[in-house]
């Protein structure tokens, strides 16, 4: 496995920056294609009372990162860029916090972090009772001190944004993107680890990073290692090998994967989700995120519409079969 996701994951630095999805579909099938991997593996045929930690009635809520957090495994973030600002960002993050959400992504890129934070204060909760990730984007920024410079900038634009919802410190910051190459990116890091030092985030995290690009951070023993990384990772993204190594990769680097888009499959998919829910009185959509808290990840999902989103997070009280999960994978 581990083989098998360092070249896939190798040759493809560079397909989260591409232009829209089709591109990046592409590169991600030719790359499997190219190593043959078209089968689905028993890795992931593991129904959930197999799996460590868990139970026949569902896995825990919340799994602990590699600096002790408790990290609630659905998470909202309001980053559907048709929400019009942080109006509706506000209305949909408070009727998140009534319907059970704990953990919240909240985007920079989605720009309506001011409306998150907003939403968070009507909610009324305990600011201790929630997880809140912010997110920095200076993707492709080459050179050190450049990288350095613009995410620390990142770091106090999260800071100010949310501060309208009375918010002064974030459980986690994220990278959007890494920068160009490993210098830049521990540029990056150097940023999130002053935010870090000053007591204005708990932890760090980085989206859409292959392994070299975390291995930039890791190889060097002084700096704090990512807790989380947020992948396009669905029922569909790889075929079952993939994904099942995509896990295990960052697990052995004590990384958690986090998906994102993580319902954004055909509707063959869909209708097979739709088929195997009925047997346990579930909807595609929590079909879909069980697959993926099955197999080993985490999810942060996002919709405007109140039902969908009660949905989204009740996906604990049942377990996919060792059968279904394969089918799900093929």
Same mark, same amino acid.
Not at 125 to 133: D, E, P, S
Not at 194 to 206: D, F, I
Not at 269 to 291: D, H, M, N, P, T
């Given at each position: 496995?581990?083989?098998?996701?360092?070249?896939?994951?190798?040759?493809?630095?560079?397909?989260?920056?591409?232009?829209?999805?089709?591109?990046?579909?592409?590169?991600?099938?030719?790359?499997?294609?190219?190593?043959?991997?078209?089968?689905?593996?028993?890795?992931?045929?593991?129904?959930?009372?197999?799996?460590?930690?868990?139970?026949?009635?569902?896995?825990?809520?919340?799994?602990?990162?590699?600096?002790?957090?408790?990290?609630?495994?659905?998470?909202?973030?309001?980053?559907?860029?048709?929400?019009?600002?942080?109006?509706?960002?506000?209305? @949909?993050?408070?009727? !998140?916090?009534?319907?059970?959400?704990?953990?919240?992504? *909240?985007? /920079?890129?989605?720009?309506?972090? $001011? +409306?998150?934070?907003?939403?968070?204060?009507?909610?009324?909760?305990?600011?201790?009772?929630?997880?809140?990730?912010?997110?920095?984007?200076?993707?492709?920024?080459?050179?050190?001190?450049?990288?350095?410079?613009?995410?620390?900038?990142?770091?106090?634009?999260?800071?100010?944004?949310?501060?309208?919802?009375?918010?002064?410190?974030?459980?986690?910051?994220?990278?959007?993107?890494?920068?160009?190459?490993?210098?830049?990116?521990?540029?990056?890091?150097?940023?999130?680890?002053?935010?870090?030092?000053?007591?204005?985030?708990?932890?760090?995290?980085?989206?859409?990073?292959?392994?070299?690009?975390?291995?930039?951070?890791?190889?060097?023993?002084?700096?704090?290692?990512?807790?989380?990384?947020? @992948?396009?990772?669905? !029922?569909?993204?790889?075929?079952?090998?993939?994904?099942? *190594?995509? /896990?295990?990769?960052?697990?052995? $680097? +004590?990384?958690?994967?986090?998906?994102?888009?993580?319902?954004?499959?055909?509707?063959?998919?869909?209708?097979?989700?739709?088929?195997?829910?009925?047997?346990?009185?579930?909807?595609?959509?929590?079909?879909?995120?069980?697959?993926?808290?099955?197999?080993?990840?985490?999810?942060?999902?996002?919709?405007?519409?109140?039902?969908?989103?009660?949905?989204?997070?009740?996906?604990?009280?049942?377990?996919?079969?060792?059968?279904?999960?394969?089918?799900?994978?093929?």
């Amino acid at each position: 496995a581990s083989a098998i996701v360092a070249r896939v994951l190798g040759s493809m630095q560079h397909c989260w920056l591409q232009p829209d999805r089709a591109s990046r579909r592409t590169l991600l099938t030719s790359t499997s294609s190219a190593l043959g991997l078209s089968r689905p593996s028993s890795v992931l045929g593991a129904p959930a009372e197999e799996l460590p930690g868990s139970s026949a009635s569902g896995l825990q809520q919340d799994i602990e990162l590699s600096n002790g957090l408790h990290f609630p495994r659905a998470s909202f973030g309001p980053q559907v860029y048709g929400f019009n600002g942080d109006s509706k960002a506000r209305a @949909l993050t408070k009727t !998140a916090v009534q319907l059970g959400y704990r953990n919240f992504f *909240a985007s /920079v890129l989605a720009k309506n972090q $001011r +409306g998150f934070a907003q939403g968070i204060l009507d909610s009324g909760i305990a600011r201790g009772q929630i997880f809140i990730c912010g997110s920095v984007d200076t993707r492709g920024v080459k050179g050190f001190e450049k990288a350095y410079r613009e995410t620390k900038q990142g770091c106090d634009d999260n800071l100010q944004a949310l501060s309208v919802g009375g918010i002064d410190y974030l459980d986690m910051i994220m990278l959007d993107y890494p920068a160009a190459d490993c210098e830049s990116i521990r540029g990056q890091w150097k940023a999130f680890e002053e935010m870090l030092a000053a007591g204005k985030t708990k932890s760090l995290a980085v989206s859409n990073f292959g392994l070299s690009q975390l291995d930039c951070i890791l190889k060097d023993g002084s700096l704090t290692p990512p807790a989380v990384n947020q @992948l396009r990772y669905n !029922a569909e993204a790889y075929s079952a090998d993939i994904a099942a *190594a995509i /896990v295990a990769e960052n697990k052995k $680097r +004590g990384v958690v994967v986090q998906a994102w888009s993580p319902l954004r499959v055909s509707e063959k998919k869909k209708k097979l989700a739709e088929e195997i829910g009925k047997a346990y009185g579930k909807s595609f959509a929590q079909v879909l995120l069980r697959w993926i808290v099955q197999s080993g990840a985490t999810y942060t999902t996002q919709s405007s519409r109140a039902e969908r989103l009660a949905e989204n997070v009740d996906v604990f009280d049942f377990a996919l079969s060792g059968e279904d999960m394969r089918r799900l994978s093929a």
